[in-house]
């Protein structure tokens, strides 16, 4: 029962992982840059759906004590958190991103500015909601039980739906990469601005789809993750958003699958570390990531770095 | 193998066999040849005929897929550029790399780097051998951008010169490296026909005046028939004809590959 | 001024010096924090366990500070050369992300392990100076000491070199520098100034924990140097101190100073790509001043001219 159990946290957290890392991809695949505002985006997420569901806020921020008049549920809540969360990431991009490319700057101020933004969606969001933690109770989740048996094992509800959820997503996402007209619009633009351009596709526009749709899978997997740990305040994403920087190099910078495999195998191997070593859980990813720096600094799935003469 | 002549020379470069493959495409098809000691070595050949690409693989830019290339009869013993540069090779690139953010003079002293070591330590407090050695260098840096005619302009950025002085500067930064063999990658590109007879001269002084020897790629034939001492065609990364001037003009694979097809 | 402040954003500048290293040949390396926690880790384990180091324990001799201070960027400078030749075979976004991976690692280490006080830390760090404004006055000496070799630093070969790696790299290497042994050299002095300034800090804080060396700091310690500006040391320090002093002058605005600090980075890099400090810029002020100068000098002319008459040919 204990390897079913380990299997599902393993997966599930891996899948998050993914998501996560494919929020960083899709922006990088378009801009080159890292988009350091994504774990705030992902917290940003958590809090919407909290609120959406009728939670209340508590007592240390500015809304101290606010609740919406209505309580969605969860399944309707998850969503809109994961739309409001897209049109947040679609301000960022106008406000950190949109001066810097209309000006050809370095890639590395880019780099800076989100940061920024990042900086600012998280004290507002501790200006606001306190630095407290929420929980999102189970009860959201209806009629569901809050365990299931599977396979001889007691499995929580909340990781088989996390698990569901972010694997359906990803495939949507993969689907529409790869099948059709904007994804592949998208890829043409990730491979070169210039004559994609050319070509008539909308680049702008392709950056903004790409923010708006690594806005949503940031929001969505915040709201998901709040409800099965907890949303540990303002700042729980930054480690989440840390670690999925490993996934991302551990798959290859803007290789999609490669995100997929690299959430995977990490999320997999924290699961597995043992009990009375969980202190160093947090080193695992780091640990994969320095080792395939070293080994095959391309990622896993990523194409060969080369160098223009 | 036949007994070579032992009264001629062993040349200064020689490249045998070179092949290069990029995925599908075959950049450098088997090319060997030789440049002798002193000559102006011209490289010639239609756009896509592997001319940049031979002069990357003798720089170690590029890895050849295989083929050799030795120096004064040897292997070389180096596989990066900047020991290739202290073994005395030194090159301009075709779309003119030049250290923008720096003035003129800096881009020249950075070519004397090999020149310039001293211990960190001494060079941070400045001691009073360190400054003397540091206005030899200055100096040293001048007198090149005097050859080029650019001393006037040594404390400007290099960002901010004229297309045809980058490409002089460009120049005066591979001749600081004190180089035997220079590699020039058309080095008249976009200038005017006057300009391009002065870098003509100039080619033919720095070569006498520093003991050098010149590989030059060029697309203006007639130019590169007057300078050069030696020819070599390439044409979809074969090398079709090598020889002098004259013979190389008579080939009728250059005529019909080349000439007739540019024509 | 506050002297505590003074001393923060001193302290703030010496590392915007340290990642400044580093990216003037273009090396984004975001380790500076790491190697600032070791240099402070160094520091704190000396002088709270060896006695030589301890002093009395509330108070610890200056020479033990300079010692340690010399250890810790030894120690620092020695990690960086140890791991310097592999991390900095990658380029752009993956050496920062490898940087970012190598503090994080340390902090996960240093929270674990019993001798660094796990998450607590270490507390009672005996103190070499007995007021701020000693530490304050120590730092700036040091400051001006970094300051000054960093500017003779970018007249050297050495320098010279890195802006020549900065802005191509490939031509660099056709020139005869060694490129990947010009950016070890300056990823290692990146790490032994981080290094040191981490053993005084640890002083001045009075305790040291794992949280020194996180992202925010590295995050924190970029921003300083693309503020101020990365092609002139001058920009670094400026930035250090100004964003240093940023969250504390802030202070009256209360909850809202965080938000304020976020706006500044996110409008930094658009208001000032290059960094408030450019070599142009300086360049500009510089005639500027030689311009009031010469003005100056002419009026001083006439006035002698007046007093003595003209001077004989």
């Keep these: 029962m204990e390897l079913i159990q380990l299997l599902l946290n393993g997966l599930s957290l891996g899948a998050v992982y993914a998501l996560f890392a494919l929020g960083y991809t899709l922006v990088f695949s378009v801009l080159g840059v890292i988009n350091f505002s994504h774990g705030a985006v992902f917290t940003l997420g958590a809090y919407f759906t909290y609120l959406l569901i009728g939670g209340q806020a508590g007592a240390n921020g500015l809304l101290a004590g606010l609740q919406l008049p209505v309580a969605l549920p969860f399944a309707l809540a998850l969503p809109l958190a994961g739309l409001a969360s897209a049109l947040v990431a679609l301000l960022i991009e106008r406000v950190a991103f949109r001066p810097l490319r209309q000006r050809g700057s370095d890639s590395l101020l880019a780099l800076i500015s989100s940061l920024g933004a990042g900086v600012i969606l998280v004290n507002l969001i501790q200006l606001l909601m306190g630095a407290e933690s929420y929980a999102i109770p189970i009860g959201t989740l209806g009629s569901l039980p809050a365990a299931l048996r599977f396979a001889g094992a007691q499995v929580r509800t909340v990781q088989v739906l996390l698990l569901a959820i972010s694997v359906l997503l990803l495939l949507l996402l993969s689907v529409w990469l790869e099948g059709t007209r904007s994804g592949k619009a998208l890829q043409a633009v990730s491979e070169d601005p210039v004559t994609a351009q050319l070509l008539g596709i909308d680049s702008d526009g392709m950056i903004r789809l790409a923010f708006g749709i690594s806005g949503f899978l940031a929001g969505v997997s915040g709201g998901l993750v709040g409800l099965s740990v907890s949303i540990a305040g303002p700042y729980f994403g930054i480690s989440y958003g840390l670690k999925a920087l490993g996934v991302l190099v551990l798959g290859g910078l803007g290789s999609v699958p490669g995100a997929m495999l690299g959430g995977l195998i990490i999320g997999l191997a924290e699961a597995f570390v043992p009990a009375e070593w969980s202190g160093w859980k947090d080193a695992v990813a780091y640990g994969f990531l320095f080792l395939i720096l070293v080994l095959r600094p391309q990622g896993l799935l990523g194409r060969p770095l080369g160098t223009k003469v | ?263 | 001024m506050d002297a505590g402040l003074l001393e923060q954003m001193l302290i703030g500048a010496l590392l915007a010096l340290s990642v400044y290293l580093p990216l003037r040949c273009g090396q984004l390396s975001l380790a500076t924090p790491g190697f600032f926690a070791i240099g402070g880790t160094v520091a704190a384990l000396l002088s709270t366990r060896i006695p030589i180091f301890a002093g009395t324990g509330a108070t610890s001799p200056l020479p033990a500070l300079l010692l340690e201070m010399t250890l810790a960027g030894l120690l620092a400078g020695l990690l960086a050369l140890a791991i310097g030749g592999t991390v900095l075979r990658l380029r752009g976004i993956y050496l920062a992300i490898a940087t970012i991976a190598l503090v994080e690692i340390l902090r996960v280490i240093t929270l674990n392990l019993s001798f660094t006080g796990g998450a607590l830390g270490i507390f009672g760090i005996p103190q070499p100076f007995t007021t701020t404004a000693g530490y304050a006055g120590f730092t700036l000496v040091l400051l001006a000491l970094v300051c000054w070799l960093c500017a003779r630093l970018e007249q050297l070969r050495l320098g010279r070199a890195m802006a020549a790696i900065r802005d191509d790299e490939l031509a660099a290497a056709c020139v005869g520098i060694d490129t990947a042994q010009v950016k070890l050299q300056a990823f290692v002095l990146s790490a032994l100034l981080a290094g040191l300034t981490g053993a005084l800090a640890a002083h001045f804080l009075n305790s040291w924990n794992a949280k020194v060396g996180s992202f925010d700091a590295s995050i924190t310690t970029l921003a300083f140097v693309v503020f101020g500006g990365s092609r002139t040391w001058l920009g670094p320090v400026i930035g250090g101190l100004v964003l240093s002093a940023l969250p504390e002058l802030l202070r009256p605005v209360g909850d809202l100073r965080l938000i304020v600090f976020g706006l500044v980075i996110l409008l930094g890099p658009v208001l000032f790509p290059q960094g408030l400090i450019t070599p142009q810029g300086l360049q500009g002020l510089g005639h500027r001043l030689l311009g009031y100068g010469q003005q100056l000098r002419g009026y001083g002319h006439k006035l002698l001219v007046r007093v003595n008459g003209p001077r004989r040919p």
């Design chain 2, 1 to 263: 193998m036949s007994a070579a002549p032992l009264l001629e020379a062993v040349p200064l470069l020689q490249v045998e066999g070179l092949s290069c493959r990029f995925g599908g495409l075959l950049a450098l098809n088997n090319v060997s040849l030789a440049v002798r000691q002193g000559e102006i070595f011209g490289l010639i050949g239609p756009n896509g005929a592997g001319k940049t690409t031979l002069f990357n693989v003798i720089s170690a830019l590029t890895p050849p897929s295989s083929g050799r290339v030795l120096w004064r009869g040897a292997l070389i013993p180096a596989s990066r550029p900047d020991q290739l540069s202290r073994l005395g090779l030194a090159r301009t690139f075709q779309n003119l790399r030049l250290f923008d953010s720096l003035s003129v003079r800096d881009n020249v002293l950075v070519g004397l780097h090999r020149f310039a070591a001293s211990p960190l330590a001494a060079g941070l407090l400045g001691s009073a051998g360190e400054r003397r050695r540091q206005r030899q260098l200055e100096q040293r840096a001048l007198e090149l951008l005097a050859l080029v005619a650019l001393e006037d302009e040594a404390d400007l950025p290099a960002a901010s010169l004229p297309y045809g002085e980058r490409r002089r500067l460009e120049l005066a930064r591979a001749l600081a490296t004190e180089p035997q063999l220079l590699l020039l990658d058309e080095p008249a590109a976009g200038m005017n026909p006057a300009e391009k007879n002065d870098l003509c001269g100039l080619i033919r002084t720095i070569r006498d005046r520093f003991d050098l020897t010149v590989m030059i790629i060029e697309h203006h034939v007639p130019l590169m028939m007057r300078l050069c001492d030696r020819l070599a065609v390439l044409n979809f990364g074969e090398r079709i004809a090598l020889g002098s001037p004259a013979a190389v003009r008579q080939d009728p694979r250059v005529i019909e590959a080349y000439l007739g097809s540019a024509r």
